[in-house]
Nanobody, 126 residues
Framework: QVQLAESGGDSVQPGGSLRLSCMIS????????IGWARQRPGEGREAVGG???????SVAGSLQGRFTISQDRAKKIVYLQMSSLRPEDTAIYSC????????????????????WGQGTQVTVSS
C-alpha cells in the first residue's frame, strides 16, 4: 500500500508562486513514479507532469516554463513548484503513484496510476 498526502495549496494573486508537496508513505512507497494532475472547476482531470524512478521530471507542454517538478528522495517528497500563476491555474492538484512510467509521456496516462492523494486546492484570484 502507498499513501500520498498533498499540502501547500493556498489562495494567491495572479503572478504569484506556490510550492506543493506530495508526501509518500506506506509499505510499498519505494519504486513508484509520481505524477501530478489537476482538476479545474467544471472540467475533467488533466495531467500536469511527473517524475520517474531515475528522477527525470516531465511537465506538460502548456505548463513548461512556469511549473517544475522535483523530489527529495530521502524525505520521500515530490514537489510541484508553480510560478507566474494565472486564474486558469485554479484547480485541485493531486499527486498519484504509478508502477509504470515508460516513454516520455507516461505521466499523461491518468488511468495508469494505482494510488491517488486527496488533493490540495489552489486558487488564483485578485
Amino acid at each position: 500500500q502507498v499513501q500520498l498526502a498533498e499540502s501547500g495549496g493556498d489562495s494567491v494573486q495572479p503572478g504569484g508562486s506556490l510550492r506543493l508537496s506530495c508526501m509518500i508513505s506506506g509499505s510499498e512507497s519505494s519504486g513508484f513514479c509520481i505524477g501530478w494532475a489537476r482538476q479545474r472547476p467544471g472540467e475533467g482531470r488533466e495531467a500536469v507532469g511527473g517524475i520517474d524512478r531515475r528522477g527525470t521530471a516531465s511537465v506538460a507542454g502548456s505548463l513548461q516554463g512556469r511549473f517544475t517538478i522535483s523530489q527529495d528522495r530521502a524525505k520521500k517528497i515530490v514537489y510541484l513548484q508553480m510560478s507566474s500563476l494565472r486564474p486558469e491555474d485554479t484547480a485541485i492538484y493531486s499527486c498519484a503513484a504509478s508502477h509504470v512510467c515508460s516513454g516520455p509521456t507516461w505521466y499523461t496516462v491518468l488511468r495508469g496510476y494505482q494510488y491517488w492523494g486527496q488533493g490540495t486546492q489552489v486558487t488564483v484570484s485578485s
